[in-house]
């Protein structure tokens, strides 16, 4: 089975600064890989997916995630944080018709 | 267009009570998942639909849950006798995918259920 894991349960950033949050996946093949952000009180928003084409997967609202196969890691980047970025980040793996799903990611930004 | 949609967004009942939550995916879509949501954890997976194929159940932590899929579109997930442990957001999810597809889930707003 898949296995995904989010290194940081909280990371917080100022305004305007770089956002990394990272994410490292168990597979014995190549994956279909995914970010999901959650706001509060709503479900989860697809940010982007990892089909394999490119390594470098840019998404919505500025994010991108860069696939590393050597490194089965998954991160996800955006180079200036908006205080509206404060959210739940989740990474997921698809694996045949199941979803794996890291335990999340909370998101601070300060002013 | 429309999205995955969830009813009731909120449900308030006691112990003992059986509860619906129903899930209407987006069209076409042929796959719909379930997960629940508990306070400060991720997401735990319930139970799977994919077309006409008997559903993946392995998820259900009782007997006390169950979920059908009417027609290959809307889906039902019942708690009965519900226990405070119950308590949380229950979330729905569709995709078009099957298989190694890399087609995402799309997911509803969920339904918050709180047992007093």
């Known amino acids: 089975a898949q296995s995904v894991t989010q290194l940081d349960s909280h990371v917080s950033v100022s305004e305007g600064t770089p956002v990394l949050l990272r994410c490292n996946y168990s597979?014995?093949?190549?994956?279909?890989l995914f970010w999901y952000v959650q706001h509060p009180n709503k479900g989860l928003q697809l940010l982007l997916k990892?089909?394999?084409?490119?390594?470098l997967v840019k998404g919505i609202n500025g994010f991108e995630a860069e696939f590393k196969k050597s490194e089965t890691s998954f991160h996800l980047t955006k180079p200036s944080a908006h205080m509206s970025d404060a959210a739940e980040y989740f990474c997921v793996v698809k694996d045949f018709n199941k979803f794996y799903f890291g335990s999340g990611t909370k998101l601070n930004v300060k002013p | 267009g429309a999205g995955v949609s969830q009813s009731p967004s909120n449900k308030v009942t006691e112990k003992g009570k059986d509860v619906e939550l129903r899930c209407d995916p987006i069209s076409g879509h042929t796959a719909l998942y379930w997960y629940r949501q508990s306070l400060g954890q991720g997401l735990e997976f319930l139970i799977y639909?994919?077309?006409?194929?008997?559903?993946?159940k392995s998820g259900l932590p009782s007997d006390r849950f169950s979920a059908e899929r009417t027609g290959g579109s809307v889906s039902t997930l019942t708690i009965q006798r519900t226990q405070q442990e119950d308590s949380a957001v229950y979330l729905c999810?569709?995709?078009?995918?099957?298989?190694?597809?890399?087609?995402?889930?799309?997911f509803g707003d969920g339904t918050r259920l709180s047992i007093l």
């Open positions: 639909f994919q077309g006409n194929s008997a559903p993946d």
């Open positions: 990892y089909t394999s084409a490119a390594t």
């Open positions: 999810a569709s995709s078009a995918g099957q298989g190694n597809s890399n087609q995402p889930q799309h």
């Open positions: 597979s014995s093949y190549s994956p279909s």
